[in-house]
T-cell receptor
Framework: GAGVSQTPSNKVTEKGKYVELRCDPI?????LYWYRQSLGQGPEFLIY????????DSGLPNDRFFAVRPEGSVSTLKIQRTERGDSAVYLC???????????FGEGSRLTVL | AQSVTQPDIHITVSEGASLELRCNYS??????LFWYVQSPGQGLQLLLK??????LVQGIKGFEAEFKRSQSSFNLRKPSVHWSDAAEYFC??????????????FGKGTKLSVKP
C-alpha cells in the first residue's frame, strides 16, 4: 500500500521484556515521527528523524526507549525492560521534508502485563 | 512552553445541527495548525491545515476552520453534522524553522457524539 505501515498491530508482553515496534513510512518521505497515545489522551511526541538522524528526541521518557532509522526509511522503536505504564498505542508518522503534513499509520497497540 | 489546548473533552450534538470545536495554541509565533480526526480503531486522518494566507480554510468532509491570531485560536466548524462524524478530533500545531519543522504537538482531543 501507499500509506505508513506499522507492525505489529498488537503486542502483548510481560513486564521486564524487550519490545521492538516497526514503522515503514511512505516512500520518499524524509521525516519520520514516533508518538505515544494513552487511553483518552492526545498523541504525545517521542522522537523525530530527518533522514537517518534523530533531529529531536526530547520526548523519549527515559533511557529504556530508543529508536533507530539506519537507512533513512524504516524505523524501529525499541523499549527495554518494559513496564505496565508503557502500555499505549505507539503511532508512527511520516512527512515530506518541508510540507508540514504528517501521515499517520494505524499504530501498534502495546500491552504490558 | 508551547502547547495546544482543547477546552472541551466531550461534545454531543444532534444530527443536522452545527458544530464548533475549540482549539487554542500557545506559541511565540504563529505555528502551522492542523485538525485531525480519529475514528475508533483507526489512524489519524488530516481534516485540514493552516500555514498562512486566508484565515478560513476548507477541509475534507465539509469541515472548515478559522484562524484568529488575536485569540490564538483555530476552531473547527461544520454547518450540519452527520452521524458518521462521531469520532475524536485533535488540534495540533508545530513551528516551521526555516524549512525544518519542529515536532507536532497535539491537544488532548474532543470526543464528538452525534444524537439521531
Amino acid at each position: 500500500g501507499a500509506g505508513v505501515s506499522q507492525t505489529p498491530s498488537n503486542k502483548v508482553t510481560e513486564k521486564g521484556k524487550y519490545v521492538e515496534l516497526r514503522c515503514d513510512p511512505i516512500s520518499g518521505h524524509t521525516a519520520l515521527y514516533w508518538y505515544r497515545q494513552s487511553l483518552g489522551q492526545g498523541p504525545e511526541f517521542l522522537i523525530y528523524f530527518q533522514g537517518t538522524g534523530a533531529a529531536d528526541d526530547s520526548g523519549l521518557p527515559n533511557d529504556r526507549f530508543f529508536a533507530v532509522r539506519p537507512e533513512g526509511s524504516v524505523s524501529t522503536l525499541k523499549i527495554q525492560r518494559t513496564e505496565r505504564g508503557d502500555s499505549a498505542v505507539y503511532l508512527c508518522a511520516s512527512s515530506p521534508s518541508s510540507a508540514g503534513e504528517l501521515f499517520f499509520g494505524e499504530g501498534s497497540r502495546l500491552t504490558v502485563l | 512552553a508551547q502547547s495546544v489546548t482543547q477546552p472541551d473533552i466531550h461534545i454531543t450534538v444532534s444530527e443536522g445541527a452545527s458544530l464548533e470545536l475549540r482549539c487554542n495554541y500557545s506559541y511565540g509565533a504563529t505555528p502551522y495548525l492542523f485538525w485531525y480526526v480519529q475514528s475508533p480503531g483507526q489512524g489519524l486522518q488530516l481534516l485540514l491545515k493552516y500555514f498562512s494566507g486566508d484565515t478560513l480554510v476548507q477541509g475534507i468532509k465539509g469541515f472548515e476552520a478559522e484562524f484568529k491570531r488575536s485569540q490564538s485560536s483555530f476552531n473547527l466548524r461544520k454547518p450540519s453534522v452527520h452521524w458518521s462524524d462521531a469520532a475524536e478530533y485533535f488540534c495540533a500545531a508545530h513551528m516551521n524553522y526555516g524549512g525544518s519543522q519542529g515536532n507536532l504537538i497535539f491537544g488532548k482531543g474532543t470526543k464528538l457524539s452525534v444524537k439521531p
